[in-house]
């Protein structure tokens, strides 16, 4: 059975494979996933019901087949690891993969540690430290964590911490020998760190997609006003509502699965006709038929519903092209075929 005639996503097949693999190989792969991965995964290992053996089969053939194409001998691993995932994830999100899994760039012990406690826990450490420290834990955090943890600070912290976010460009060895100090002090020993080149910028981006409409517009005034060419940069590489008429049509069809009609309706209320027909150019004429008429029926919506309308679209899109299910650009992306 060929893997698109099975319709399941990406997670769901790491999930059968997985089950496939038994309990101790499951666990084992488990322990060298992310705190997100595993979380998606086990979703979506809960939620499967009525696997067939053929499904199963499939899966692990396809696994077998793949792993069966690399050969260690010779191959050197960091170059092959690199061009894997530029192959599977594309450019970006290799960029932001490789950073934590590639020889020497891994996150300490301390670091590994605190990526896996709740929002409330890490802010709790960052309140404690200075704001520099906060901005180095916030970059080397997973996007959506760090965005658990920002509304969490006082609004003074906050604005100082992503400002110091936006300006990073590398985390020099004195700097990660200060963040050692602090996570041998709240977590425990921590290995010796190497330096590691950030984006200050674009961690700063990816972190304020995944908050709330209000929030979002207060860090990004607070950035413009202390550096305006650092908010205005930091503006530009965010990913907006607008942005997502330029996805392919697989990927827009791949997303309208993933969100609701009510989010929809609202969402495209006042926005460019281009971006509408985009989204009703990928669905049923029946359902396109219907979000029409629901919105004429809806009338007039509040500003911010709108635009928390569209920043739950925008987090689930980010969602599924982080799971490498759909492709998506920001402002001045270019692709080719």
């Given amino acids: ?37 595993v979380e998606r995964v086990g979703k979506a290992m809960a939620s499967l019901s009525g696997v067939s053996d053929e499904q199963v089969a499939e899966v692990l053939s396809s ?20 061009r894997v995932m530029l192959e599977a994830l594309g450019e970006e999100k290799a960029r932001n993969v490789l950073f934590k899994v590639m020889p020497g760039d891994k996150p300490t012990k301390g670091m590994d540690a605190l990526r896996w406690m709740p929002a409330v826990s890490v802010a709790n450490i960052i309140r404690q430290e200075h704001p520099q420290i906060g901005a180095m834990i916030l970059t080397l955090l997973e996007d959506v964590l760090a965005g658990q943890v920002l509304p969490l600070l006082d609004e003074d912290l906050r604005k100082d911490i992503m400002y110091r976010v936006a300006r990073l460009e590398k985390l020099d060895p004195a700097a990660m020998e200060e963040l050692d100090k602090v996570l041998e002090h709240h977590i425990g020993a921590a290995p010796k760190a190497i330096a590691r080149d950030v984006h200050g910028a674009k961690t700063a981006a990816d972190i304020l997609n995944t908050i709330d409409a209000k929030l979002e517009g207060e860090m990004l005034d607070a950035l413009k006003s202390d550096d305006e060419a650092l908010g205005e940069e930091v503006s530009d590489l965010m990913l907006v509502f607008e942005h997502l008429s330029n996805v392919d049509d697989r990927s827009m069809q791949r997303l309208i ?51 928390e309308a569209q920043k739950k679209i925008l987090v689930a899109a980010k969602q599924l092209a982080e799971d490498g299910e759909i492709m998506l650009g920001r402002k001045n992306d270019d692709f080719v075929s």
Avoid: C, W, Y
Wanted: glycine share 8%; net charge negative.
């Fill in 257 to 307: 699965r993933e969100i609701s009609t009510d989010d929809l309706m609202i969402a495209l209320k006042g926005s460019e006709p281009e971006l509408m027909d985009k989204f009703l150019d990928n669905m049923s004429s029946r359902a396109a038929d219907m979000l029409v008429e629901d919105m004429e029926a809806k009338g007039p919506v509040k500003l911010a519903e709108m635009t």
């Fill in 1 to 37: 059975m060929a893997e698109k005639e099975l319709n399941i996503t990406g997670s769901q097949r790491a999930a059968i494979l997985m089950l496939g693999l038994g309990e101790s190989l499951a666990a084992e792969l488990m322990k060298h996933m992310e705190p997100s991965e």
């Fill in 63 to 82: 696994f077998h087949d793949e792993l069966g194409n690399v050969n260690p001998i010779g191959v050197g691993a960091s170059g092959f690891t690199e």
